[in-house]
């Protein structure tokens, strides 16, 4: 068994952590495509009349109640669906030629990840999202992790 670094342990998990959100993207499109409008509608109601976000007329009570109306009437869940179901995939195609060192690879997920950056932080901006800023920043730790490893694996050829 061959020793690793520390960096090289870190970018293996992130990977693997990418590969995980790939699946639950892929699988979270395809439950948005199958789940019935009331249902989603129902959902926002028991979470906002049972208080889980503290007072039902509050902030985040208007905010996931105004996030519920975009998503069921507009092209909002069609966009989310495909979003999804496409990063998803690109995601775990990366994470499998990452994981069996495919050299060429790896610029491409680095350009890939830094487009994903860009579209994130522009769809934040536009929607007042705050997950997406994190997503993003996440996608940046890996293309920096992406590019060390690749450095690193030209070196030793």
Known sequence: MQNTTATERFFRIAIAL???????QVVGALVLAFVPASTVSGFTHAVITR????????????????????????D????????????GLIKLALVWAL????????????????????????????????????FAALDVVIIV???REYRQLKRAA
């Open 18 to 24: 990418k590969g995980l959100d790939g699946v639950l």
């Open 51 to 74: 208080d889980l976000l503290g007072d039902p007329s509050g902030t985040l009570a208007r905010h996931l109640e105004s996030a519920t109306e975009n998503f069921l009437h507009g």
């Open 76 to 87: 909002t869940k069609t966009f989310a669906v495909a979003y999804l179901l496409a990063h």
């Open 99 to 134: 994981a069996r060192k495919i050299v060429r690879a790896y610029p491409v997920a680095a350009v890939i990840l830094a487009a994903f950056v860009v579209y994130e932080i522009v769809r934040a901006v536009h929607t007042h999202s705050i997950a997406l800023p994190f």
């Open 145 to 147: 992790l992406v590019l």
